[in-house]
T-cell receptor
Framework: NAGVMQNPRHLVRRRGQEARLRCSPM?????VYWYRQLPEEGLKFMVYLQKENIIDESGMPKERFSAEFPKEGPSILRIQQVVRGDSAAYFC????????????FGPGTRLTVL | RKEVEQDPGPFNVPEGATVAFNCTYS??????FFWYRQDCRKEPKLLMSVYSSGNEDGRFTAQLNRASQYISLLIRDSKLSDSATYLCVVNMGRDDKIIFGKGTRLHILP
């Protein structure tokens, strides 16, 4: 049973480019969560999605960031016009049911903005 | 008061010793509590849930004190492999919103 998969594992972008981060939840999981972790900081919740729906995006920056979880395919976190402050580890987690019970994390995508 | 607060450490503890750290939370309506472990540059992994009656898993014991609004993690007979950052996670009781603490760094010394 494959775990949560994220790709790419490392992503380098220049300022102003777009970054697309992908997350495939565990098989059978329909709840996906995205978190950001800045160096030496804790995990910050960004967005919670179920298939085709955004449930809670209270942690998403108002501009440049968007997320989707289509009926088919992985969840995508999209960052437009990246800036140096976007450099961080972005973790995706999935769960079978809502809430924090048994959230399983992917290995993360490390975004570096030059 | 921060929603979830942890002593960042680091806690430097000799191998074989017992170590404990706490996590305080601000919302008395919080329903669920967890400890996660995160190794350097890796993803967090669920260590254990924290039940009202407390729970134990091998060398690890987690307890909840609702009156004082904190949870604790006790590690007995610490091993070098216990070196990690321990994250406190609290479900805030509304809309299943969860908050991660910034973590407590633990270094087990040989």
């Amino acid at each position: 049973n494959a775990g949560v998969m994220q790709n790419p594992r490392h992503l380098v972008r220049r300022r102003g480019q777009e970054a697309r981060l992908r997350c495939s939840p565990m098989k059978g999981h329909s709840h996906v969560y995205w978190y950001r972790q800045l160096p030496e900081e804790g995990l910050k919740f960004m967005v919670y999605l179920q298939k085709e729906n955004i449930i809670d995006e209270s942690g998403m920056p108002k501009e440049r960031f968007s997320a989707e979880f289509p009926k088919e395919g992985p969840s995508i976190l999209r960052i437009q016009q990246v800036v140096r402050g976007d450099s961080a580890a972005y973790f995706c987690a999935s769960s079978l049911t809502s809430g924090v019970r048994e959230q399983f994390f992917g290995p993360g995508t490390r975004l570096t903005v030059l | 008061r921060k929603e979830v607060e942890q002593d960042p450490g680091p806690f430097n503890v000799p191998e074989g010793a017992t170590v404990a750290f706490n996590c305080t939370y601000s919302n008395s309506a919080s329903q669920s509590f967890f400890w996660y472990r995160q190794d350097c540059r890796k993803e967090p992994k669920l260590l254990m849930s924290v039940y009202s009656s407390g729970n134990e898993d091998g060398r690890f014991t987690a307890q909840l004190n609702r009156a004082s609004q904190y949870i604790s993690l006790l590690i007995r007979d610490s091993k070098l492999s216990d070196s990690a950052t321990y994250l406190c996670v609290v479900n805030m009781g509304r809309d299943d919103k969860i908050i991660f603490g910034k973590g407590t760094r633990l270094h087990i010394l040989p």
